[in-house]
């Protein structure tokens, strides 16, 4: 199992134990602070900050992702992720030294600036050193690590807040990076690039400031400023401005940063779309199930964690089968039989209330995470076979920016929502409440400060404003499945050329 590249052998199954390590490191910091953010808030306060802990953290990584992925195929996939872990391993460090929220979050973006590379890059680095057939497994174990990481976050965030301490869910990672980097730098050894560098430096800006602005709008919109004020249509016409200009720019360039031309193929365009509405899915049930579990439910928040383990099953089982499936019938069958888990597991979240019983979130986050597993092998394999080597590291980035776009209109949205319903319901109810006290239902030793009176208003206030939360992710669900209708029928990806 070894590939000679430039004279020096890639030790193959070593680069993919290397490889896997890494996207362990760089999934599961989504996800791990879930769990962990009530006791966060409880430390640091500033609830109103809540989703900027997510949205932070999946801004940079977002708009980075394109970056990293055209800087890959200029220089090569090596020292591009080894820049990118470091950068991310250093903020990992200076997050657990934060010591209010506003440091946090700054330290969430620094962590997110290097998070972008590793993601788009491990996956694509398989790709180049496996053939088209042993992709579709391949990618498979891929997927799963990246669920399992990506949902079990969770549950160590709860096991570390249960016994240590919140800041050591940040600085877990770094022993577990630094090794990731030493196998890929023993084992993986890349071809010489020749290739005129060109890089797409007003792409890259303006895709920044789009998403940046755009972002911010729905996160602090109707809180910090009205929507529809100078200040609000202002930064909602500077991210929609950015954007026509990025477009208008990536039509132009020689090497551009998001290269449209792939997306002509209907399969990377609905594979990419997909991706988009399950990103958005992922962060809804990942990052407020826990805050369910916890403020509603009143459980402690290893449970609130173990609820989302299902998922953490379900997401590689799937991952695994996919593998096997897609050769036999073709990305449209395997992705339809996800949607519709998808489906069926975002309706059991809606029916779920504060009498339902832990079980029930953790049947409906199984449902999810099959869904999750069928779709991501899918799409990632399929378009890895459509692309040459030379423009792979772009595609495959373009797929992971996707979902991780996904994930931050999600964690903005999603915020917006909670926040604006949890206002409305304390104005209805004349209730002289702001949103930090939510922090108050988080831990029972916080609950227990506070009169029983106080605590079923904020709880019946918490549990109506996520219902919301959870129909729009039902929603997203309903999209994704009717995006995935429009996928060719077939095994079209198996018939394309292996360009390796």
Known sequence: MKRVKNNKITNRPLVLISVMLAMFVGAVEATIVTTAMPSIASDLGGFSRYSWIFSSYLLMSTVTVLIYGKLADLFGRKPILFIGLTIFLIGSILCGFAVSMEQLIVFRLLQGLGAGAVMPIATTIIGDIYTREERAKVQGYLSSVWGISAVSGPVIGGLIVHYMNW?????????????????????????????????????????????????????????????????????????????????????????????????????????????????????????????????????????????????????????????????RYGTFLVSFAGGVSLVFGTSLFVMMDAGSDPWWAAMASFFVGIGMGLTSTSFTVTIQGAVPRETRGSATAANMFMRNFGNTVGAALFGAILNGMLITRFRQEDLNYSLDDVNLLLTDEMRQTIPVTKVQLLQNALDGSLQWVYITVAIFAVISLLLILKIPRGKGYMNDNDRT
Not at 221 to 248: E, K, N
Not at 256 to 275: D, G, R
Not at 277 to 293: A, D, E, H, K, R
């Open 167 to 327: 800041k050591f869910i940040f600085w877990v990672n770094v022993p577990l990076g630094i090794l990731a980097m030493v196998g890929i730098c023993l084992f993986l050894h890349e071809p010489k690039r020749e290739k005129k560098v060109s890089i797409d430096y007003k792409g890259a800006f303006l895709l920044t400031l789009s998403l940046s602005t755009i972002l911010f709008w729905l996160v602090e919109g109707g809180q910090a400023f009205g929507r529809i004020s100078f200040y609000g249509v202002t930064l909602i016409t500077i991210g929609l401005v950015s954007l026509a200009l990025f477009v208008r720019v990536e039509r132009r360039a020689i090497d551009p940063v998001m290269p449209f031309a792939l997306w002509k193929n209907p399969v990377i365009l609905y594979a990419n779309l997909v991706s988009l509405t399950t990103g958005v899915i992922l962060i809804g049930v990942s990052s407020y199930l826990p805050t369910f579990v916890t403020g509603v439910m009143e459980q402690p928040a290893i449970t609130a964690g173990f609820t989302l383990t299902a998922m953490s099953i379900g997401w590689p089982i799937a991952s695994s089968v996919a593998g096997h499936l897609l050769i």
